[in-house]
């Protein structure tokens, strides 16, 4: 049967800053989900609500395709009940990512990030016999966040010596890189890899604009194995209204990497743009699921589960949270030592947004100010 992945997810509302969503805005949501997967509804095969920071995500299984309006009016339908919550609790940013009134269908590039996959589920299948896959989740970072972690694993045998390996890994990927600029239209190229690999690394290399947005398999073309949610809130709003904090669904093992292969990336504590006021360089922190952000800046962190789906869709009774384990505690204080002594420099060149970036914030009115009082010398 063909089965569709939806990991929708948004910041409508935070206690005491931008830290965590409240339980009685989970609770809420949570009851929408069990009422959506219950039999009478039938809307969805099975779902999980968890949080990254501020951020709630809905991770959920159905037959409804890809950018199904019933399924995005579900998700809106869920954010809208938990902002009233979080409205009536005093809670701060309540709604923020909802930056269209009532959009009529597809969610994406209305303020929550979408991230979705439809494969066909066959235990009899040669391939994919058992389905597994994982799910990242980021708060205080943009889209561009995973453009490491996936170059690494998907083109670097030094981080995935799957590539090697694996004949059916061998024959390589194709990358499908979006360009974060375009406002109106969606602007994609597309790229195989390992032949084209400087390619996707000349794009990759400015995460601001260009983000991996999907990844296929070239032994088994139509086997979609990633997909990023690689919309700007700015280029929506027009103005910051908070980070884009992206989330991505990978498919794993078999003719696919493994969960080890793809997370080994996220040893390094890569430098993402975002942090507090999304306007910073600092390094993302691999953190467990429901992890609020609590710390001094407002480290990027990003949370990952590993599901295996049954014959039916189902998925959620159990999971593994991978970056829960005392194997990360290292990476933790590692992250947390490199942003402490980065941002040392505080505002100065780098540990700040590029200009692209801060475009978008209050400095520009600063910035416009001053240019009226300089003058030319002669
Ligand atoms: P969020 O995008 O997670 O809401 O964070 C916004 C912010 O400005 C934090 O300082
Ligand atoms: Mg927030
Ligand atoms: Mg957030």
Redesign the pocket.
Known sequence: MRVTLSVIKA?VG?IG??TRPSERMLHVIREEMKAACSKSKGLLIDGLITFT???IALIMSHMHGVGAPVVHRFAWECFLTATEVARKQGLY?AG??LLVDAPSGNIRGAGPAVAEIEFERDPQSKDRPAEAFLVFAA??CSPGAYNYPLYAAFCDPMHNGGLLLNPKMHRGFTFTIIDMDAKDKDRIIRLDVPERIWDVATLLQNPDRFAVEAIHSRYKPDEQIVAVSATR?HNIAGR??????PVAIVRTQGIFPAPEEIVEPFLLGHFVA??????HVMPIMPVPINTP?TGPF?LPIVSCLAFSMDAEGRFAEECVDMFGGPVWDQTRLKVQAKADEWRRQGFIGPTMASHTELAYTGIVETLEALEREFITRE
């Open positions: 910041d935070s800053g931008h920071g501020d951020d940013g923020q990512d708060d205080k809130l910051y209204t908070g980070k884009d904090d975002g942090d507090a006021r999304g306007s952000v407002c």
